[in-house]
């Protein structure tokens, strides 16, 4: 069954100046996968999320998200979306409840369900103990926590996280995966960069891979390691690849970005 | 590496560090700026210093050769208060950068203690302090020469004490204000302890008249406590000495390094808990309490949309949980207060109009509480910071978010108003009708027009502010003059709408007028928020790299 995707880009590219961020991303993401998107430091990742969910605008290009084209109808589609960006986009000075409540009028929904749904979420996220206290007066991890909460109140079809693992203990991110697998299941599809790439293999389907602002690989994770072992010449010495080994995204993502381990002979002095 | 030389490694390590960071500052316009304002800054200073040094040097000459020594804590007192009240003025509860930070490298304590002592020497407040010291250090050698070896002690002892006095004054002011809410008490008791300034002239106007045994009564009182404190010592220390008392001399002089001791064990003690790592975080450990919370609904406003409302309640909530602003906005209520405590006959000149004429108490309060408000309502998500994402990320327009932080605004507007309105009639009694429905009007004038200028500046040059510190907080440049030349426009056009009244002996005719121009005013208002969606969807990136900044 071919479906059409949920987050396509065609063309997409963001300069600042004579600094091109993005350049030329085709995006194509189905509805219901759990997708990862990676690169070193720098690459375009935020660049590409912000440009997704209406936070920059593209110099050139065209983002569908739904079907809809996000520049032509930002409003239809930010209804159905929810995202979590790099700096979290909370208000400090009001309690969780009282934020997630905002969040879910701000998303359409009625003054009753939006105190339902804070409250289930604040308990869910195990941030309910202390009513009173303000987001501002949160912890890092309780900030992300909130964040995330506040992204899927209205139950979005598509959820984008920037970084959402970022700062959260071993018991919160448990927590954060188990809600955002359980969106996976009922259908929704999950947009999400890391840096932590053993949480994205382990949760993601698909992953693309951005590299000073270019795409350089994209498809399922069997898919990339048969790009990679493609690539591998016969009678490598190098590794996992040639000796038919399955290999981990750490190692793919390497290899494709073209990273190096400089260890040996470098800082004898540690030793 | 030998300890001695291992600590002056560090210590030229974290002199060229901030070198470093100064130079750096400059790589960028904002840098450059700030180091031309710090310039005229400190020019200002140097001349103000120096002109402090010549009346001190010139002053205590005179008291020293006049054999009225005595008086050396007329020119004491001064350095005392500027030394330890100007840095606390002027910082405004901000926090001291980077000596908490230095305690990750391995600095021994009394390198870190000494780092504290460096910075606070290196201050401004500190410099004109002991330029202040020098100056009554040359009058009084000048004056008397033999003086010169004791003063030249007692007063560095005194420079001592005040470093060390100025230095404790932040380390526990660090300690008190680390936490949120300590910061906001501060800022509100700060706030608070500058208004009763206002209320100081007055009050002495009004005890002023007549006899008052009383007040000589006082003066002989703190003249006997301020020579057992600190200035009052060490001028003694000088002024005894001068009249051949030595061994007092020497007594006020034993009693300040005691007090300088005591003081230096204060500063010890709290330098030792920050240097063993105390944890002052906004997250300090507290007893979690299991509390399910009951469904606390959002407000609903029926004329409006539920994001209008959503708004409208988020904005609330911020101001209520907002101390300093707050304050400020009661501003309007508080100057009437002033003004009807001084006395109608007081000789200075506009020092009391308002009880002269009592009808334009009310434009004039109306008028203070707009332009009061105007800080409020030309940085509109200045308070918002990273959360102004939300606003873009979510589904709603931008017309709808400023419709509802402009209802905010209206609300805090008519509410100052009628208060103000209240307190004019129960100091002069009611305002004449025309008086109020002419202002009334002008006030449908001004505000649609400052609302419609606010909303484009909150878009076109907001600044991050963090509503619950008072302090050096940097405002937009653009914001302050455009909002300057805004208010000269609605003050010049109301002066001539009141003058046209004046010249018909009609103040209906001003309110008229006023309705006319606000029927101008208020399109302009819904033009602006018509346009404001494609405003904020072009200036989108400027808005997120300023408020969304560290």
């Given at each position: 069954m071919d479906l059409a995707p949920t987050i396509s880009t065609q063309g997409l590219s963001r300069r600042f100046g004579e600094l091109v961020a993005v350049d030329g991303v085709n995006l194509q993401v189905a509805p219901g996968q759990f997708f990862g998107f990676l690169g070193p430091n720098g690459a375009g990742k935020s660049t590409t999320i912000k440009m997704l969910t209406g936070l920059l605008a593209p110099s050139s290009g065209r983002i569908e998200i739904l079907g809809l084209d996000l520049i032509a109808h930002p409003v239809e589609v930010k209804r159905q979306i929810g995202v979590v960006p790099e700096g979290m986009a909370l208000f400090g000075r009001l309690t969780g409840a009282e934020f997630l409540s905002f969040a879910g009028r701000m998303y359409g929904l009625d003054r009753t369900t939006a105190a339902k749904r804070a409250a289930e979420l604040l308990e869910f996220m195990q941030l309910a103990d202390q009513p009173k206290k303000l987001v501002t007066d949160y912890s890092h991890g309780m900030q992300k926590k909130l964040a995330l909460a506040a992204a899927v109140i209205h139950g979005p079809k598509v959820l984008f996280l920037d970084e959402p693992f970022e700062g959260v203990d071993a018991i919160a991110a448990g927590t954060l995966k188990s809600m955002l697998q359980g969106m996976i299941a009922r259908g929704a599809t999950i947009f999400l960069t890391s840096h932590v790439l053993e949480i994205v293999e382990r949760l993601c389907s698909h992953v693309a891979i951005i590299h000073q602002g270019r795409l350089v690989a994209q498809g399922s994770l069997e898919e990339l390691r048969a790009g990679v072992a493609a690539d591998t010449p016969t009678g490598s010495d190098d590794g996992a690849a040639a000796s038919g080994e399955k290999l981990t995204l750490e190692q793919l993502f390497l290899r494709i970005v073209g990273g190096t381990r400089r260890t040996e002979q470098e800082l004898s002095w540690l030793e | 590496m030998n300890l001695t030389l291992h600590r002056r490694a560090q210590f030229t390590a974290i002199a060229e560090l901030r070198w470093r960071m100064f130079v750096n500052g400059l790589r960028t316009k904002r840098g450059k700026l700030e180091l031309f304002s710090r310039i005229i800054v400190t020019a200002a200073f140097s001349i103000g210093g120096l002109g402090a040094f010549v009346a001190a040097t010139g002053f205590s000459w005179y008291l020293v050769s006049q054999g009225k020594a005595e008086y050396l804590p007329l020119l004491l007192w001064p350095v005392f208060f500027f030394w330890q009240v100007f840095p606390v003025m002027a910082t405004a509860f901000t926090n001291n950068p980077d000596s908490g930070d230095l305690l990750r490298f391995p600095l021994n304590y009394s390198s870190y203690f000494l780092i504290r002592l460096a910075y606070g020497l290196c201050d401004p407040a500190s410099a004109l302090g002991c330029l202040g010291l020098f100056g009554v250090l040359l009058g009084t050698s000048f004056a008397r020469p033999a003086l010169f070896p004791w003063a030249l002690l007692v007063l560095l002892t005194f420079a001592l004490f005040n470093l060390v006095l100025q230095q404790t004054i932040f380390a526990w002011l660090e300690r008190w204000l680390a936490q949120r809410r300590t910061r906001e008490i501060m800022g509100v008791l700060f706030i608070l302890f500058m208004l009763s300034f206002q209320l100081i002239g007055p009050m002495i106007e009004r005890t002023g008249k007549g006899q008052h045994p009383e007040l000589g009564q006082a003066a002989q009182i703190v003249t006997q406590v301020q020579a057992v404190l600190p200035p009052g010592i060490a001028a003694n220390a000088i002024a005894q000495t001068a009249h051949a008392q030595f061994l007092s001399g020497i007594i006020s002089l034993f009693f300040l390094a005691v007090l300088t001791t005591a003081i230096g064990l204060l500063?010890?003690?709290?330098?030792?808990?920050?240097?063993?790592?105390?944890?002052?975080?906004?997250?300090?450990?507290?007893?979690?309490?299991?509390?399910?919370?009951?469904?606390?609904?959002?407000?609903?406003?029926?004329?409006?949309?539920?994001p209008v409302a959503a708004v409208f309640e988020k904005e609330v909530r911020y101001l209520a949980r907002s101390g300093p602003m707050l304050l400020t906005l009661i501003m309007p209520i508080f100057m009437l207060l002033v003004f009807r405590l001084s006395p109608v006959s007081s000789m200075r000149p506009g020092s009391n109009f308002l009880s002269r004429t009592p009808e334009l108490a009310f434009p004039t309060a109306t008028a203070y509480a707009m332009l009061v408000l105007t800080n409020l309502l030309y940085n509109s998500f200045g308070g918002d910071a990273a959360g102004v994402q939300f606003f873009f990320a979510s589904p709603v327009t931008f017309r709808q978010i400023m419709l509802g932080k402009n209802l905010t605004h209206t609300s805090i507007l008519l509410a100052n108003t009628l208060l103000a309105w209240l307190a004019i009639a129960y100091f002069w009694g009611p305002p004449a009708l025309a008086v109020s429905i002419a202002t009334l009007a002008a006030l449908l004038f001004a505000a649609p027009l400052n609302f419609a200028a606010g909303n484009l500046?909150?878009?076109?040059s907001?600044?991050?502010?963090?509503?619950?510190?008072?302090?050096?907080?940097?405002?937009?440049?653009?914001?302050?003059?455009?909002?300057?030349?805004?208010?000269?426009?609605?003050?010049?056009?109301?002066?001539?709408?009141?003058?046209?009244?004046?010249?018909?002996?009609?103040?209906?005719?001003?309110?008229?007028?006023?309705?006319?121009?606000?029927?101008?005013?208020?399109?302009?208002?819904?033009?602006?928020?018509?346009?404001?969606d494609s405003i904020a969807i072009e200036r989108r990136e400027t808005m997120l790299a300023e408020l969304c900044r560290a």
């Amino acid at each position: 069954m071919d479906l059409a995707p949920t987050i396509s880009t065609q063309g997409l590219s963001r300069r600042f100046g004579e600094l091109v961020a993005v350049d030329g991303v085709n995006l194509q993401v189905a509805p219901g996968q759990f997708f990862g998107f990676l690169g070193p430091n720098g690459a375009g990742k935020s660049t590409t999320i912000k440009m997704l969910t209406g936070l920059l605008a593209p110099s050139s290009g065209r983002i569908e998200i739904l079907g809809l084209d996000l520049i032509a109808h930002p409003v239809e589609v930010k209804r159905q979306i929810g995202v979590v960006p790099e700096g979290m986009a909370l208000f400090g000075r009001l309690t969780g409840a009282e934020f997630l409540s905002f969040a879910g009028r701000m998303y359409g929904l009625d003054r009753t369900t939006a105190a339902k749904r804070a409250a289930e979420l604040l308990e869910f996220m195990q941030l309910a103990d202390q009513p009173k206290k303000l987001v501002t007066d949160y912890s890092h991890g309780m900030q992300k926590k909130l964040a995330l909460a506040a992204a899927v109140i209205h139950g979005p079809k598509v959820l984008f996280l920037d970084e959402p693992f970022e700062g959260v203990d071993a018991i919160a991110a448990g927590t954060l995966k188990s809600m955002l697998q359980g969106m996976i299941a009922r259908g929704a599809t999950i947009f999400l960069t890391s840096h932590v790439l053993e949480i994205v293999e382990r949760l993601c389907s698909h992953v693309a891979i951005i590299h000073q602002g270019r795409l350089v690989a994209q498809g399922s994770l069997e898919e990339l390691r048969a790009g990679v072992a493609a690539d591998t010449p016969t009678g490598s010495d190098d590794g996992a690849a040639a000796s038919g080994e399955k290999l981990t995204l750490e190692q793919l993502f390497l290899r494709i970005v073209g990273g190096t381990r400089r260890t040996e002979q470098e800082l004898s002095w540690l030793e | 590496m030998n300890l001695t030389l291992h600590r002056r490694a560090q210590f030229t390590a974290i002199a060229e560090l901030r070198w470093r960071m100064f130079v750096n500052g400059l790589r960028t316009k904002r840098g450059k700026l700030e180091l031309f304002s710090r310039i005229i800054v400190t020019a200002a200073f140097s001349i103000g210093g120096l002109g402090a040094f010549v009346a001190a040097t010139g002053f205590s000459w005179y008291l020293v050769s006049q054999g009225k020594a005595e008086y050396l804590p007329l020119l004491l007192w001064p350095v005392f208060f500027f030394w330890q009240v100007f840095p606390v003025m002027a910082t405004a509860f901000t926090n001291n950068p980077d000596s908490g930070d230095l305690l990750r490298f391995p600095l021994n304590y009394s390198s870190y203690f000494l780092i504290r002592l460096a910075y606070g020497l290196c201050d401004p407040a500190s410099a004109l302090g002991c330029l202040g010291l020098f100056g009554v250090l040359l009058g009084t050698s000048f004056a008397r020469p033999a003086l010169f070896p004791w003063a030249l002690l007692v007063l560095l002892t005194f420079a001592l004490f005040n470093l060390v006095l100025q230095q404790t004054i932040f380390a526990w002011l660090e300690r008190w204000l680390a936490q949120r809410r300590t910061r906001e008490i501060m800022g509100v008791l700060f706030i608070l302890f500058m208004l009763s300034f206002q209320l100081i002239g007055p009050m002495i106007e009004r005890t002023g008249k007549g006899q008052h045994p009383e007040l000589g009564q006082a003066a002989q009182i703190v003249t006997q406590v301020q020579a057992v404190l600190p200035p009052g010592i060490a001028a003694n220390a000088i002024a005894q000495t001068a009249h051949a008392q030595f061994l007092s001399g020497i007594i006020s002089l034993f009693f300040l390094a005691v007090l300088t001791t005591a003081i230096g064990l204060l500063l010890n003690l709290r330098l030792r808990a920050q240097f063993r790592g105390e944890n002052l975080s906004e997250a300090a450990a507290r007893p979690a309490v299991a509390h399910l919370q009951g469904l606390q609904l959002g407000w609903n406003l029926s004329w409006f949309s539920p994001p209008v409302a959503a708004v409208f309640e988020k904005e609330v909530r911020y101001l209520a949980r907002s101390g300093p602003m707050l304050l400020t906005l009661i501003m309007p209520i508080f100057m009437l207060l002033v003004f009807r405590l001084s006395p109608v006959s007081s000789m200075r000149p506009g020092s009391n109009f308002l009880s002269r004429t009592p009808e334009l108490a009310f434009p004039t309060a109306t008028a203070y509480a707009m332009l009061v408000l105007t800080n409020l309502l030309y940085n509109s998500f200045g308070g918002d910071a990273a959360g102004v994402q939300f606003f873009f990320a979510s589904p709603v327009t931008f017309r709808q978010i400023m419709l509802g932080k402009n209802l905010t605004h209206t609300s805090i507007l008519l509410a100052n108003t009628l208060l103000a309105w209240l307190a004019i009639a129960y100091f002069w009694g009611p305002p004449a009708l025309a008086v109020s429905i002419a202002t009334l009007a002008a006030l449908l004038f001004a505000a649609p027009l400052n609302f419609a200028a606010g909303n484009l500046l909150s878009i076109y040059s907001p600044k991050k502010r963090d509503f619950s510190t008072f302090g050096r907080q940097n405002v937009s440049q653009t914001t302050v003059l455009a909002s300057l030349g805004i208010q000269i426009v609605i003050v010049g056009a109301g002066a001539a709408v009141f003058l046209i009244a004046r010249l018909y002996n009609n103040l209906w005719i001003a309110a008229l007028l006023f309705l006319v121009l606000a029927a101008i005013s208020i399109p302009v208002y819904m033009f602006v928020l018509r346009q404001i969606d494609s405003i904020a969807i072009e200036r989108r990136e400027t808005m997120l790299a300023e408020l969304c900044r560290a």
